[in-house]
Structures are given as structure tokens and as C-alpha cells.
């Protein structure tokens, strides 16, 4: 049984390109940025923007592989992958997060021997990149909050995290006008990775798990089995599955034990009924299999 197919799949086409169309974007402003800000890097003498510099040409290339795949998820199904290509943006946040979390333990490892060797830079040339810094990422960052993607949650992470470091280049340029306290460069970069680090793991760790097809929420898992157990035709439950395929388009499917034999008639009215009940979850397939009382079940069971 199909729930909400077509409705599902025309529903998610039109997301899956707006989210394509963002993350180009944020693709072409980060590839454009990296380039001046080597250059600005080397001009300014600040390890602080040259580390930057690195961890945004990380980004760009985990931006662009994210847009590649999510373009390439926006395919219908066929015989090779019969769900479609959902699944590859899934592949897209993976890498990112992956690139992410070097990127940051780089910027850790760049940074720390910094406090202890302070380097003095040219911060007027630092106060003019960070102004610059600041629109371009925080305006790639406005295009992706847009998105419910988990691809496009880890990627608005990355521009985050650099409109954040372009505050703390910021902040920095502006009191070395004043004073030479050039060990507040890596202090706050510190700061700053480590707390983007946290949520990128966090997000990581949810990928990894719908990449081994955990269930996407235990509360749903819950509630749809409630659902199910409650008619009064139905005796038990098994092969009961619920598994994401890109973190926002859920699969569910279960092998239902009847209490006796019912005609087609009640049949075709359970399945109505099941249909209604289910369709708040929006799943992007269901299967529901019903089996006979006297019936044994062809697959083993768990």
C-alpha cells in the first residue's frame, strides 16, 4: 500500500531544486571569497586570515560536492536505485561534516601554538577583509536558512562558523588599532571552532545514523505502532521497520496479523482506514502486508 506517494515525491522536487539553487549559491560567493582572501591573507600578514582562507577552501569544495549531490538526489527512482536518489544527499552532509571537523581540528592545531607565539598583523588591512568577511558569508548564510535539508543544516554550519570567525577577525583588528595584544587572534578562534565543532558532530553523529538506518525518531516509531495495534482487526505485529532516506522523507513497513479471516471488503476498509491514520506521518512509501490468522509468514521472523 502507497501512502501520499505522488503527493510526496512532487512535493519534494520542488525542495530539492530550491535547495539546489541555494547551495549554488553559497557555492560561487564561498570559491570567489577564498581566492581574495588568500591574497588578503598574504597581504596582511595574519595567520589568522590565511587559516581562514584554508578552512573556507575546505568549505567551498564540500559545498560544491553537497550541490553536485543534491542535484543528483533530485532524480527520479530507477532500476539501479529504486527509491530515487534522495539518499546521496545524505552522502553530501556526511562528507561535509567530515571536511568540517578536519577543517576545525586544523584551525585547533594552527591557532593554539599561536598563543604561546603571538604574531602581530596589519589590522587595518584585517578590519577591511572582516567587514568584507562578514556580508558575504552572513549573506550565503540568509540564503541557506531558508533550507530543511540536512545537507544544507551542516553546510549553514560552515558559513556560520565563518561569518563568527569574521566577527572575532573583527573585534580583533579593531582593538590592535589600539593596543598590541596580538594573542586575542587565537584565542577567539579557539573559541569559535570548538563551538562549531560541537553542533557539526552533532549533526554527524544524526547522519552516520540514517546512514545505518536507525529509526528517525523513536516517538513516531511509537506512535505509528499505536496506530496500527489499535483496530480491532488487528491480533500483532512484526517486520515492523521505519528507516529515513535522507533524514526528512521516512519509508515504513510491517507485516500486520489478522484476528480471523476477514472478507476483501473489510480488507479494502482497514486499509482505508490505516491510510487516513497514517497520513500525519507523511511517509514517502509504506508497505503494510496483511496475513490470515491460519497464515504463516513467509519471511522468518526477527
Known amino acids: 500500500m502507497h501512502n501520499h506517494h505522488s503527493h510526496g515525491h512532487s512535493h519534494h522536487h520542488a525542495s530539492g531544486s530550491d535547495a539546489s539553487r541555494r547551495i549554488g549559491w553559497a557555492f560561487f560567493l564561498n570559491v570567489s571569497f577564498t581566492i581574495i582572501e588568500f591574497i588578503g591573507g598574504w597581504l596582511t600578514n ?64 594552527t591557532a593554539i601554538p599561536r598563543i604561546f607565539d603571538p604574531v602581530m598583523p596589519h589590522a587595518e588591512g584585517m578590519l577591511v577583509l572582516a567587514i568584507f568577511g562578514m556580508a558575504v558569508n552572513g549573506f550565503a548564510a540568509y540564503k541557506l536558512s531558508a533550507g530543511k535539508t540536512l545537507n544544507e543544516r551542516v553546510l549553514n554550519w560552515h558559513l556560520l562558523e565563518d561569518v563568527l570567525g569574521w566577527v572575532a577577525v573583527f573585534i580583533v583588528s579593531i582593538v590592535l588599532m589600539f593596543k598590541p595584544w596580538p594573542i586575542l587572534d587565537p584565542i577567539l578562534s579557539i573559541g569559535f571552532t570548538l563551538f562549531i565543532l560541537f553542533n557539526v558532530l ?16 523513536k516517538e513516531v ?38 484476528k480471523s479471516n476477514i472478507t476483501i471488503a473489510d480488507m479494502k476498509q482497514l486499509k482505508q482506514q490505516l491510510d487516513q491514520e497514517l497520513a500525519e506521518f507523511e511517509f514517502a512509501h509504506t508497505t503494510i502486508e496483511l496475513e490470515f490468522a491460519d497464515e504463516a509468514c513467509r519471511d522468518e521472523l526477527p
Open 221 to 258: 516509531v511509537k506512535q505509528v505502532r499505536q496506530v496500527l495495534l489499535a483496530r480491532p482487526q488487528v491480533a500483532a505485529l512484526h517486520h515492523f521497520h521505519i528507516w529515513s532516506l535522507d533524514g526528512e522523507h521516512s519509508v515504513m513497513s510491517v507485516h500486520l496479523e489478522l
Open 46 to 109: 595574519s595567520t589568522a586570515i590565511m587559516a581562514d582562507a584554508v578552512h573556507d577552501l575546505g568549505d567551498s569544495l564540500s559545498i560544491g560536492s553537497a550541490w553536485l549531490l543534491n542535484k543528483l538526489s533530485d532524480k527520479g527512482a530507477n532500476s539501479t536505485f529504486s527509491y530515487g536518489y534522495k539518499r546521496f544527499s545524505l552522502l553530501g552532509a556526511l562528507i561535509n561534516g567530515t571536511v568540517l571537523t578536519i577543517g576545525s581540528i586544523w584551525i585547533l592545531l
Open 202 to 217: 552533532r549533526n554527524l553523529k544524526l547522519t552516520v545514523m540514517l546512514f545505518l538506518q536507525a529509526a528517525p525518531d
